[in-house]
């Protein structure tokens, strides 16, 4: 029985590891649940039996990602105290990216080639591991404890803030992958994430 369960899940792996690299390669629209079974040697019903269709892949795809960059995360940035710590964190969430060749042909795929609908955005949401809300909330809790601590302004409204932070690093990420900067993927992120928590800072 132990076995069994192993190869299933090896086959589940071997099912996301093809679509992922058929989305990369082709985009969503164009891949076919027929050429993610060829690529592995697997029927098409093989396929169909684990995913129902391909908003199950993808949701499948980045909840993957979610639980293995969370892992990475917490041995790179154990507590987020001060400004350099946020800073930090999303440093080590663009070196994650970098250096994982799965997490760099997804961000890739969801960024530039996915062929997002309201139909498909909302299932996705609905079905996303909450560990993809908690990195929020978690970078939302640091900064309100920054406030209450007295090193953010309290005019700063925080959910805002942490919002303006996420999509900031986002757009880097996406003009990195588009090759829309010339300049160093790391480089942008540091350098912007200095300008925009030493503007946070209160005034004494």
């Known amino acids: 029985m132990k076995r069994t369960k192993e190869e299933a899940l090896e086959t589940r792996q071997a099912i996301l590891q093809s679509a992922l690299d058929l989305f990369y390669q082709k985009g969503y629209s164009k891949t076919t649940f027929e050429e993610i079974a060829t690529r592995i040697n697997l029927t098409k019903g093989a396929v169909y039996w684990n995913f129902k269709n391909k908003p199950d892949l993808v949701i499948a ?30 440093l080590a969430t663009t070196d994650f990216i970098l250096g994982d060749e799965n997490a760099l042909k997804l961000a890739f795929f969801l960024s530039l080639q996915m062929e997002w609908s309201e139909t498909i955005i909302t299932k996705v949401l609905e079905n996303m591991s909450q560990n993809t809300a908690s990195s929020f909330e978690y970078i939302k809790t640091a900064l309100v404890n920054m406030q ?57």
């Open 148 to 204: 209450k601590n007295g090193d953010i302004r309290t005019d700063i409204d925080v959910q805002i803030l942490t919002s303006i932070l996420f999509n900031t690093w986002c757009g880097h990420l996406e003009a990195y992958l588009s090759k829309k900067c010339s300049i160093d993927l790391k480089t942008m992120v540091q350098k912007s994430f200095d300008v925009l928590l030493n503007g946070l800072k209160r005034k004494d």
């Open 61 to 90: 795809l980045i909840n993957a990602y979610v639980e293995k960059k969370k892992k990475y995360l917490e041995q790179k940035v154990a507590f987020l105290k001060h400004f350099k710590d946020i800073e930090t964190y999303f």
